[in-house]
């Protein structure tokens, strides 16, 4: 049997890996597709991150590394409450380490200048990429984050013969969203990606992380009672 540790140990792990390698992407690799990775790359590099992490720890705690999956599974009746709060507390955890180590490693450049929603954090508005206003910038994560989780539910779905692929799906679909939405919010879908960057960042990306852990959270909550209620009915009710 899994400890409770290293669950906790695994979700922390992973969603530093996750936000180190996705925001490091932006802030390292350069979201200029002149001279750095540019958008694709950016996104790319989030899913793969998931990717790696799924093979990574997938079998020790199901490798959720958001707050947002997590909830979403305990409304699916995937997952009890009291483990969901133990996953949540690693996630920010990890979430902060991984955006404390990419803000050590960035002002160690010279000419390093912490601008308002540095090291990759999430916003919108007037400065902040193509300056979307607060209901498209809601819409898009509680969308976003709906999408993911129906992925996430079928993917890992009992009823999925196949389930060994989850990961890529997953990795895939987070990619996906990524290339549609990085200009509108810089894309969240996952608190715990969002804390950390406004934790160091502070300003405008801290003001606004009410929005990237309400919409993240709506949205996977729908999910799972449409996956639930619509998709896989019990049997009963098909």
Same mark, same amino acid.
């Given at each position: ?46 899913? &793969?991150? !998931?990717?790696?992490? %799924?093979?990574?720890?997938?079998? *020790?705690? #199901?490798?959720?590394?958001?707050? =947002? $999956? ?78 993911? &989780?129906? !992925?996430?539910?079928? %993917?890992?779905?009992?009823?999925? *013969?196949? #389930?060994?692929?989850?990961?890529? =799906? $997953? ?68």
């Amino acid at each position: 049997m899994i400890s409770k540790t290293s669950k906790f140990v695994a979700e922390m792990l992973g969603t530093m890996v996750l936000v180190f390698m996705g925001c490091g992407s932006a802030v390292i690799a350069g979201a200029d597709g002149t001279t750095g990775v540019g958008l694709l790359g950016i996104s790319f590099a989030f899913g &793969l991150s !998931v990717v790696a992490m %799924a093979y990574a720890i997938g079998h *020790i705690s #199901g490798c959720h590394i958001n707050p =947002a $999956i997590s909830i979403a599974m305990v409304a699916a009746g995937r997952m009890k409450a009291d483990e969901a709060v133990r996953y949540i507390i690693a996630q920010i955890l990890g979430g902060i380490i991984g955006s404390g180590i990419l803000y050590i490693i960035f002002t160690g450049h010279p000419g390093a200048e912490m601008k308002p929603w540095a090291l990759g954090s999430n916003g919108w508005g007037t400065g902040y990429l193509d300056q979307y206003n607060t209901l498209s910038a809601f819409v898009a994560e509680f969308v976003f984050t709906f999408i993911f &989780l129906m !992925v996430i539910l079928g %993917a890992t779905s009992s009823k999925n *013969i196949n #389930g060994g692929f989850a990961g890529l =799906a $997953i990795g895939f679909s987070l990619v996906l969203i990524h290339i549609v939405g990085i200009k509108v919010t810089g894309v969240s879908v996952n608190p715990a990606r969002s804390i950390g960057p406004a934790v160091f960042a502070g300003g405008e990306a801290l003001s606004q992380l009410w929005l990237f852990i309400a919409a993240p959270v709506l949205g996977g909550i729908a999910a799972a009672f449409t996956y639930n209620s619509l998709i896989e009915m019990p049997e009963k009710q098909a």
